[in-house]
C-alpha cells in the first residue's frame, strides 16, 4: 500500500487526490470495508464482501460529527471504524472485529438495522468474514492515509477512542488518599472471593451492590504510570472473571474470546476513568452471561449444555429434534434429563429465554412489538404478547411503559 499512495506524489508537490482509487485499495489490501465521503454525503464504498444492508448505517452519523484528523471508533457489537478526513473528503473504514466472531452479537446487529430471515442470514455471513486486524496495524494504516492525504504525521498514541459500550457506566473514584499506617495495600482474598462468586453464580444484583458499595483496597502496584497500572490491573481481573465464568458454564472459547476482546479494547483507552468504566462494564457482561445460562441453579454440564443451545438460537425456531441432534442424543431423553434435572420441561426454558431477550430489547430499543416477535421466531405478534404475559404477568407494552417511567 505504501507505494501505491506513493505513486500519488510528483517531485514532492501534491496533486489533486484520486480518494476512490486509495479506497479501492485500502479494501482489496485489508478487507475491511472503506466509502468516501464529500461534505457529509457518501460518494463511493468498497467492499470485499457484500451486505444486504451497509453495517456503518448505525455510526455513520457519530462517525461523520467526530472532528479529529484521525480517529476510531469501537461499537458494542465489538466492531472497530476508523475515519480520516482531508478538508472536505472523508474516508470511513470498518468494521473490522476485535477478536472472536459472536454470532449473538451480529443477531442482534442484524436486527437493530431491520433485516429479518434471509437477510439477517446473509449479514450474519458477510458480518464472519470480515477479517480480525490487529489494533495497531489498523491505527497504523490510518495514520499512514493521513499522512499522504495531508503530509501531517499523527502518532497511534494520540488517537483519541471513541467508545459506544462504556458511555454512561463510569463509576466515581475517591480522591487518592494516603494509606493509614498498617494499611492492606491489596486487595483481600475476601474481596476477591466475592467478587469472582457473584460472577461464578451469574448474580448481577449482588454484584452491582457491591461494587457501588464496596471500597475496593489498594491493588498491588504493577507499574510507575497510573494508566499503565490500570491497564495491569485491567487484564489481571479479566483473567480471573474468564475463569470465574467459565465455572459458571460460560464456555471456554466464549469466555477466553471475551476477555481478549476485553483487553484490547482496555488497551486503545488512554485514561483511568475509561479503563475503570469498561472494567466495570466487562464485569457485568460476563456475569450476566452466565445468569443466563444458569438463574443461580447448580446445573450439570449436560443442562448447560442445552442451554447454550437455546442462547446461541434464540432469534429461530427452536425444535426439539435439532436441539437433540447437537447434543447426539434422543429427543425422549434430553427432555426428560433436563426436566429431571432443572425442574422445567425444555419449552419452558425456551420461553423464558426469549422472554428474557424481549425484555432487554424493549428496555433497550425502540423497536416495534411486531418487530421483536418475529426477531424472536415467535408464530405471531398475538403469541408473543400471550407468552410475555404468562411469563411476566403484564404486556409487552405495558412492561417497556414502566420501565421508561423514572424512579
Not at 506524489?9 to 489490501?29: K, M, P, T, V, Y
Not at 470511513?92 to 438495522?113: C, N, Q, T, V, W
Not at 404468562?390 to 423514572?406: D, E, K, L, V
Request: aromatic letters at 8%.
Amino acid at each position: 500500500m505504501l507505494y501505491i499512495l506513493y505513486d500519488c506524489f510528483q517531485s514532492g508537490d501534491r496533486i489533486e487526490w484520486d480518494l476512490s482509487f486509495i479506497c479501492n485499495h485500502l479494501a482489496s489490501l485489508s478487507g475491511t470495508p472503506t466509502r468516501l465521503y464529500r461534505a457529509g454525503q457518501l460518494v463511493d464504498q468498497y467492499a470485499m464482501v457484500r451486505f444486504p444492508v451497509d453495517p456503518v448505517k448505525l455510526v455513520e452519523a457519530e462517525l461523520l460529527r467526530l472532528e479529529d484528523p484521525v480517529s476510531y471508533l469501537v461499537t458494542p457489537y465489538e466492531q472497530l471504524y476508523g475515519i480520516v478526513r482531508s478538508r472536505e473528503d472523508t474516508i470511513i473504514m470498518g468494521p473490522s472485529r476485535l477478536a472472536y466472531f459472536d454470532e449473538g452479537k451480529a443477531a442482534r446487529h442484524a436486527f437493530m438495522l431491520g433485516l429479518a430471515d434471509d437477510a439477517a442470514g446473509q449479514f450474519i455471513s458477510a458480518m464472519r468474514s470480515i477479517p480480525v486486524l490487529g489494533l495497531e496495524s489498523f491505527l497504523r494504516m490510518l495514520c499512514l492515509v493521513q499522512y499522504y492525504l495531508s503530509g501531517e504525521t499523527v502518532d497511534i498514541s494520540d488517537l483519541i477512542l471513541h467508545d459506544q459500550t462504556v458511555s454512561g457506566v463510569a463509576r466515581e473514584t475517591p480522591e487518592e488518599e494516603e494509606p493509614s499506617a498498617g494499611a492492606d495495600v491489596h486487595n483481600t482474598v475476601v474481596f476477591e472471593q466475592r467478587l469472582l462468586s457473584y460472577v461464578r453464580t451469574g448474580d448481577t444484583e449482588q454484584l452491582r451492590e457491591f461494587l457501588s458499595s464496596t471500597s475496593h483496597g489498594r491493588e498491588g502496584m504493577l507499574a510507575s504510570d497510573p494508566i499503565r497500572q490500570a491497564k495491569n490491573t485491567f487484564v489481571v481481573t479479566a483473567t480471573l472473571v474468564s475463569r470465574a465464568a467459565m465455572e459458571g458454564g460460560v464456555a471456554q472459547e466464549d469466555a477466553l474470546g471475551l476477555s481478549d476482546a476485553y483487553i484490547q479494547r482496555c488497551e486503545m483507552l488512554g485514561d483511568c476513568q475509561a479503563i475503570i468504566a469498561l472494567e466495570f462494564h466487562m464485569l457485568m457482561d460476563y456475569t450476566s452471561r452466565v445468569d443466563i445460562l444458569r438463574h443461580g441453579q447448580a446445573l450439570s454440564p449436560f443442562a448447560l449444555s442445552v442451554k447454550r443451545y437455546i442462547h446461541k438460537h434464540l432469534r429461530g425456531v427452536i425444535r426439539m429434534d435439532e436441539l437433540a441432534g447437537a447434543l447426539h442424543m434422543s429427543r425422549c431423553y434430553v427432555s426428560s434429563r433436563f426436566s429431571r434435572e432443572t425442574g422445567i420441561s425444555v419449552t419452558r426454558c425456551i420461553h423464558e429465554e426469549k422472554i428474557a431477550e424481549a425484555k432487554r430489547l424493549l428496555t433497550t430499543t425502540d423497536k416495534p412489538l411486531g418487530e421483536i416477535s418475529e426477531y424472536l421466531a415467535f408464530s405471531s405478534q398475538s403469541h408473543f404478547q400471550n407468552i410475555f404475559r404468562r411469563y411476566t404477568g403484564m404486556s409487552p407494552r405495558a412492561f417497556r411503559n414502566r420501565q421508561s417511567i423514572p424512579e
